[in-house]
C-alpha cells in the first residue's frame, strides 16, 4: 500500500511529466493503429473520397478528444475559467497559458497519424484518384466520361481485373502517392522549423510573464490537488462523527454485547482538526459554496500576523 501511495504522490507532484508521457504513448499508439488498420477503398466513385478523407480526419479528431479527455489540466482550465472572480481576481495569462499546453499536448497524436498517413500515401489515392484529369493519361484518351469515372475510382484497387496490369493505374497511383508524400514532409518540415523557432525565440520575450504564468497554473493545479484530499479527509473525519453520535442511542446494546465504543472524539487524529465549528451538512455545504463563489486571496500575511 505504501509502495503505491509513493507512485500516486510521484504522478500528483510531476503531472506534467505524466502528461508528456501520456501524449507521447498517444502519438505511438496511433502509429500502431495505422498500421494494424486494414485500409481497403470501396473504388466507387460516390464513397472514394469520403472513405479516404473518414480515415484521414476522424481518427485525428478522436485523438485528440482522447488527450484533452486525459489531461487533467483540461478539467483545471475550465473550472478556473468559468468560476466567479470572488475575492481572487482571474489572471487571463494562466489560462492562456494553461489553453496552449493543454492544446499543443492534445495535438501531438492527431498531428502523427496525419503525417504517417500522407506518407503512405492510400487515404490520398483513395481520396483523389476520381478527381485526376484522364487527359493527362494514354489509357483514358478512348473511353467515355461515365467509364473514366469508373476506371478512375477503381485505381487504389490492385486487384481489380480491369486494372492489375494497367500502366495508367500505375502512374495516377505514382503520382498520387509522391503528392502526398511531399504533402506529408512539408507538413513535418513545417512543425519541425514551427518549434525550432519557439524553442530559440522563446528567450527574446518576456522571461517574466512566463514563469509566472507557468507559476500560477501549476499552482491552480495544486490548490485543486490538495483541495480535494482536504475534502476527503473532511468526510472521512465528519463520518466517523456522524457515525459516533449515531451509536450512543445504542450504548446499552453495545455494552450487552461485550463491544467498547470509543469515546468522542477518539480515534481522530489531532482531535477535532478541520471539524472545529462544524457540526452539519448545511454548514458543510456553505463552507464548499464559499470556497467556490468567493476564494481567498492569494496573500498569507495576515495569517502570519495572527
Not at 81 to 86: A, E, K, V
Not at 135 to 159: I, M, R, T
Not at 190 to 203: D, E, G, S, V
Not at 269 to 295: A, H
Request: proline residues 5%; positive net charge.
Amino acid at each position: 500500500m505504501d509502495r503505491f501511495r509513493m507512485i500516486f504522490q510521484y504522478f500528483q507532484s510531476n503531472s506534467e511529466s505524466v502528461m508528456n508521457g501520456i501524449c507521447g504513448l498517444l502519438a505511438l499508439a496511433s502509429v500502431k493503429m495505422y498500421t494494424s488498420l486494414d485500409f481497403s477503398c470501396p473504388c466507387l466513385p460516390q464513397y472514394n473520397m469520403a472513405y479516404g478523407l473518414g480515415i484521414m480526419f476522424v481518427p485525428p479528431i478522436i485523438l485528440f478528444l482522447c488527450g484533452l479527455i486525459l489531461n487533467r489540466q483540461s478539467l483545471v482550465m475550465l473550472e478556473e475559467w468559468r468560476r466567479p472572480p470572488g475575492r481572487r481576481r482571474k489572471d487571463p495569462a494562466v489560462i492562456r497559458y494553461m489553453c496552449s499546453s493543454i492544446m499543443q499536448r492534445a495535438m501531438v497524436a492527431p498531428v502523427v497519424w496525419i503525417v504517417v498517413t500522407l506518407l503512405d500515401g492510400k487515404c490520398l489515392i483513395c481520396a483523389f484518384s476520381g478527381s485526376m484529369d484522364p487527359q493527362k493519361f494514354v489509357g483514358f484518351a478512348n473511353v467515355s466520361a461515365e467509364q473514366v469515372q469508373q476506371l478512375l475510382a477503381k485505381v487504389p484497387c490492385k486487384d481489380d481485373e480491369l486494372m492489375r496490369n494497367s500502366t495508367s493505374r500505375k502512374a495516377v497511383s505514382r503520382l498520387l502517392r509522391c503528392c502526398s508524400q511531399a504533402l506529408g514532409w512539408s507538413i513535418l518540415l513545417i512543425l519541425i522549423i514551427a518549434a525550432f523557432l519557439a524553442r530559440w525565440l522563446r528567450p527574446c520575450f518576456n522571461q517574466a510573464t512566463l514563469l509566472q504564468a507557468r507559476h500560477w497554473s501549476n499552482y491552480i493545479d495544486m490548490e485543486q490537488k490538495i483541495f480535494e484530499e482536504t475534502c476527503c479527509e473532511h468526510s472521512r473525519l465528519f463520518a466517523h462523527k456522524c457515525i459516533l453520535h449515531f451509536f450512543e442511542s445504542m450504548q446499552q446494546e453495545i455494552k450487552l454485547h461485550s463491544f467498547s465504543l470509543p469515546r468522542e472524539g477518539e480515534g481522530t487524529e489531532g482531535g477535532e482538526g478541520p471539524l472545529q465549528g462544524i457540526t452539519d451538512q448545511d454548514q458543510v455545504n456553505k463552507l464548499l459554496k464559499t470556497w467556490y463563489y468567493e476564494k481567498p486571496p492569494l496573500d498569507v500575511s495576515q495569517a502570519h500576523q495572527r
